[in-house]
C-alpha cells in the first residue's frame, strides 16, 4: 500500500468516527417514536408514493357514521377497502379506545393496542393494512366513543 493510499484511508476512517460522534451527538438521546416519525421522513414518504393513508372514502363501519366520525356503545367493525398496497388506516378520537386488527403481509397475527391520549388530549391509532381487512373498535368500560377516520 503506498504513502498515498495510506493518507486516504486514514482520511476516510477519521471522516466515519467525525461523523458518527456528530449524530450521536446531536440525536439528544430521543429514541423517537415509530408512529410519529420526523417531519423530514413524511414529506419524503408523500413525495415518493404520495399519500399513505387510507382514504376515509373506501372505509365502511357498522355503528354510526356522520362523515368521518364514527359513534358507537360497546365497539364497531370498521371495514377497510383493499388498498392494492401497504398503507395506513388513521383513527383519531378525544378519548381512549382499543383497536383489534390483523398484522399486514399474511401474518397469522393480530395485534391489540389500547390507544390513549398523548400530551395534546388527542388518541392517534395507526394501522398498517395491505389488504381488505376489518379492524375492531371499542371503549374501555363500555362507554360510548366517537373515533374520527383520518386521511393523515
Request: proline share 6%.
Amino acid at each position: 500500500m503506498s504513502g498515498r493510499q495510506k493518507v486516504v484511508l486514514v482520511t476516510v476512517a477519521a471522516l466515519l468516527v467525525a461523523f458518527f460522534v456528530l449524530a450521536v451527538g446531536a440525536s439528544g438521546g430521543d429514541r423517537g417514536r415509530a408512529d410519529d416519525p420526523p417531519g423530514v421522513v413524511q414529506r419524503l414518504g408523500r413525495l415518493a408514493g404520495g399519500s399513505t393513508s387510507v382514504d376515509p372514502a373506501t372505509v365502511q363501519a357498522d355503528c354510526d357514521r356522520t362523515g368521518d366520525v364514527l359513534s358507537f356503545v360497546g365497539g364497531c367493525a370498521v371495514r377497510v377497502a383493499d388498498p392494492g398496497e401497504l398503507r395506513t388506516l388513521v383513527l383519531r378520537s378525544g378519548r381512549p379506545f382499543v383497536v383489534r386488527a390483523p398484522a399486514p403481509r399474511d401474518a397469522d397475527l393480530t395485534v391489540r393496542s389500547e390507544v390513549e391520549p398523548d400530551d395534546g388530549g388527542e388518541a392517534v391509532a395507526r394501522i398498517a393494512v395491505d389488504s381488505a381487512v376489518t379492524v375492531l373498535l371499542s371503549c374501555p368500560g363500555g362507554v360510548g366513543c366517537t373515533v374520527t377516520v383520518a386521511a393523515d
